[in-house]
């Protein structure tokens, strides 16, 4: 049940330790990995609060997890290529990683919303409410720490009023 | 041997060389007329914040980029500097300084060798008060006309100002912004520094843009003694100097190290078996996994 959680705990790290560093070496994989762990902790939270969602389930909690875990491959993909376009550019533009994730987020909730239809046995109603859930809350973990990351809600609006301002 | 098996020997002979290749020359600072000359970057964000490499890490990749001193200066929050000082006392290695990135609205403010969190929600120059009030150094942080904090009360107090930093490099309008901010400055308070910092985030910019910091003392105190009195050279991207002429003559009489990344075949190297592996391993793994209708 863990391969997969671990491996995009690997992706991660090598992630971090090519875009930041130029190079991959087994300590920056190993702290980055342990850093950013708890993306993956609370991935699982919400794909097991998913599951036991769905009491008409085919499979045990475990298994549902660890197919739940399937639906990380887009995300990995898109971490691989954002630090090949780091390590070939030199640069990380904003505007275009935020556009690109659209395709793995797309991807992701394709892949889960699958996952409740046929693993766990759910309507495509059930299914669509789920995934409406479960985005908001990544969604919601992902704004509270870039806002809180970036110094506030005020400092975020200005930063985007000031991109804008230069368009 | 599966595809996926040797997917993995190539990402963990990638990492093997790159781990190898991660052995950064010890350095001595230039010596010039009584000082030493230190390379420093003030402006760096790291993990937990909107950086993505830890402090520990922080400091390995600082000593790779040839600085001797960085500041780590999260939004807001002083938690992962205090992380990364406490780190550096296991290990020989840059000075690192606490420091934060002041972010209000109209201004942004990089506070370095303070201890506590400086409250953002007030003017600019209530927020240099307070910084000095901690022993810290403040520094205007990528002053654009677009930030309207600016007033003459909080310039005048300022330590120093960004006058290299990497938005120069997108646009010549910036940087002629920052050269007059730091003129303006520099009228008010003739101490007042030019600082030249990277502003790191996700990229491996760490020191792409530096400053020189001529102290008397190595440590910490020092460093914050040479900025307070104007004792700074910036520098950018392309090892353009920002600052005093007579001591940009003295920077220019040695020549400060730069990166230490080894050899660049190598290095290229151990990325490509890394990424490729790594790739392979996700492929190859997910092609034996579910399928979803």
Request: aromatic fraction near 8%; hydrophobic fraction near 50%.
């Amino acid at each position: 049940m863990l391969v997969r959680p671990a491996m995009f705990l690997l992706v991660l790290g090598t992630a971090v330790s090519i875009m930041l560093t130029r190079r991959p070496t087994l300590g920056v994989i190993a702290v980055s990995a342990v850093f950013w762990s708890f993306v993956v902790a609370w991935q699982l939270l919400a794909g097991a609060a998913v599951i036991a969602s769905a009491p008409a389930r085919r499979v045990g909690l475990l298994r549902g997890l660890d197919l739940w875990c399937a639906g990380y491959l887009p995300y990995s993909l898109w971490l691989l290529v954002v630090a090949a376009v780091v390590e070939v550019s030199g640069e990380a533009p904003l505007v275009l990683f935020l556009c690109s994730a659209l395709i793995p987020a797309a991807w992701t909730v394709m892949i889960a919303a699958a996952f409740c239809r046929t693993v766990l046995a759910t309507t495509t109603a059930g299914a669509r409410w789920r995934m409406t859930l479960h985005q908001a809350a990544m969604l919601g973990v992902a704004t509270s720490y870039v806002l809180w990351g970036a110094g506030g809600y005020a400092s975020v609006a200005s930063f985007l009023a000031r991109q804008v301002g230069q368009r | 041997m599966t595809p996926k098996t040797l997917c993995a020997l190539l990402f963990a002979s990638g990492v093997v060389i790159g781990t190898l290749l991660d052995r950064a020359p010890a350095r001595m600072p230039l010596r010039v007329d009584g000082y030493s000359i230190l390379a420093g970057d003030f402006h760096v964000h790291a993990f937990p914040g909107d950086g993505a490499l830890g402090p520990w890490a922080l400091r390995d990749e600082a000593r790779r980029a040839g600085l001797d001193v960085f500041a780590l200066t999260n939004h807001n929050q002083v938690v992962a500097a205090r992380l990364a000082r406490w780190a550096a006392r296991l290990t020989n290695g840059p000075i690192v300084l606490v420091g934060q990135e002041v972010t209000n609205p109209d201004y942004h403010l990089i506070a370095v060798g303070i201890e506590r969190t400086v409250n953002a929600d007030q003017p600019a120059a209530a927020a240099i008060a307070d910084v000095h009030a901690q022993g810290g150094v403040a520094i205007a942080a990528h002053p654009t006309t677009a930030f309207h904090g600016w007033d003459a009360a909080a310039m005048m107090t300022l330590d120093g100002a960004e006058a290299a930093h990497p938005i120069v490099h997108d646009s010549e309008v910036y940087r002629s912004d920052l050269e007059e901010f730091f003129q303006r400055t520099h009228q008010l308070n003739p101490r007042a520094s030019p600082i030249g910092s990277s502003d790191t985030h996700v990229t491996p910019t760490l020191g792409e843009c530096r400053t020189f910091v001529f102290v008397r003392e190595a440590s910490a105190a020092g460093v914050l003694d040479a900025i307070r009195n104007g004792r700074t050279v910036a520098s950018d991207r392309d090892g353009r100097y920002y600052g005093d002429p007579d001591l940009v003559r003295l920077l220019e009489r040695g020549t400060p190290a730069g990166r230490a990344d080894g050899s660049r075949v190598w290095r290229r190297a151990s990325l490509v078996l890394a990424w490729s592996g790594l790739l392979g391993m996700l492929l190859f793994g997910s092609s034996r996994g579910p399928t979803f209708s």
